[in-house]
């Protein structure tokens, strides 16, 4: 059993249709047909998304993905038209709303990963591949690959899990061309964006994309970047073959599976709410990834 903890209601906002509640974002369209994603301060782990929030976290989401898109345009242009609040809607949408074009989604995950861990290091682990890649043997978790490395996996509905898949797979479901596209889109970004965190100290292990279709145009949608679809190591501290410390909810999911939270992951039961010292230290991991990565004061 998994999903929403507490579902909430949408906001109804005149002149916008809602259309989804995900895991962190509201999506709406407005009646130019575009779309008008709000990010909230919502959390999720172990596919349950949390009847508590992290405050800031939709505002933080939101601007480090504007940073992102601005270094990432001349390689694959991205989806945002205006950062305008719509009129009517509430003043707490200011900082967390995104009006975007209506693409054509590609309904693939698009991961790279240029070190080991996770759930291709459970792969590794079974089979010395990842998607069907083989990589060299002797690798541990938080190792560093020979090169970054394309490795898609499906994309699920709330409660659900990702699913690995081989890039042939993604070419029979989308056709040999757009693979190849969604492949070096996502190697070049990768690269682009490992190299400027490496610059401020960071190490980006893995992350995932979303790309649709403006026309004929890929074009990079969602979020990028973020410690929500990122996992982001402080160089300093980097040391394979164990866990990495990490800027993201991993305060979250260590208390959920420790004693103290009393939750049973293999159980039917939800997840219970978060105490305020973890809320604390997970919001201060997402306002230190931004302050590092940016150079700016979160404020």
């Known amino acids: 059993m998994s999903g929403f903890v507490e579902k909430p209601e949408p906001i109804e906002v005149p002149g916008l249709v809602h259309l989804h509640t995900g895991k962190v974002r509201e999506l709406y369209r407005n009646e130019a047909g575009d779309l008008v ?12 998304v949390l009847p508590t929030e992290i405050p800031d976290k ?25 950062t305008d609040v719509p009129a009517g809607a509430p003043a707490d949408w200011e900082g967390r709303t995104l009006v975007c074009k209506s693409l054509a989604m590609v309904p693939v995950e698009c991961v790279a990963r240029g070190y080991l861990t996770g759930s291709g290091l459970a792969e590794y682990d079974e089979s010395r591949t990842v998607c069907g890649l ?18 898609p996996a499906t994309k699920a509905a709330v409660g659900d899990h990702d699913e690995n898949v081989s890039y042939e797979e993604v070419a029979r479901q989308v056709g040999a061309e757009t693979a190849a596209q969604l492949r070096q889109a996502t190697l070049a970004v990768y690269s682009r964006a490992r190299d400027i965190a490496r610059g401020r100290g960071i190490i980006l292990a893995d992350t995932k994309f979303e790309f649709g279709f ?9 979020e990028v970047l973020t410690p929500d679809s990122s996992r ?4 300093d501290l980097w040391e394979p073959g164990r866990a990495q410390p990490s800027f993201d909810k991993q305060f979250v999911r ?34 230190e990834a931004y302050e590092r990565l940016t150079g700016a004061t979160w404020n």
């Open 254 to 287: 260590d208390w959920l599976t420790s004693p103290e939270s009393g939750w049973d992951r293999a159980s039917e039961q939800p997840p219970p709410a978060l105490p305020p010292h973890v809320v604390d230290a997970t919001r201060a991991k997402y306002v």
């Open 134 to 151: 083989a990589l060299p043997e002797g690798l541990v978790d938080g190792s560093e690959l020979p090169g970054p490395i394309f490795t």
């Open 232 to 235: 982001f190591w402080p160089a």
């Open 37 to 48: 994603m709000v990010a909230s301060d919502r959390t999720s782990a172990y596919d349950w």
């Open 214 to 222: 403006d026309g004929d145009t890929l074009v990079i949608a969602d």
């Open 58 to 82: 939709g505002r933080i989401l939101t601007q480090l993905s504007l940073w992102w898109f601005d270094r990432l345009s001349d390689l694959v242009p991205h989806h945002v038209i205006s």
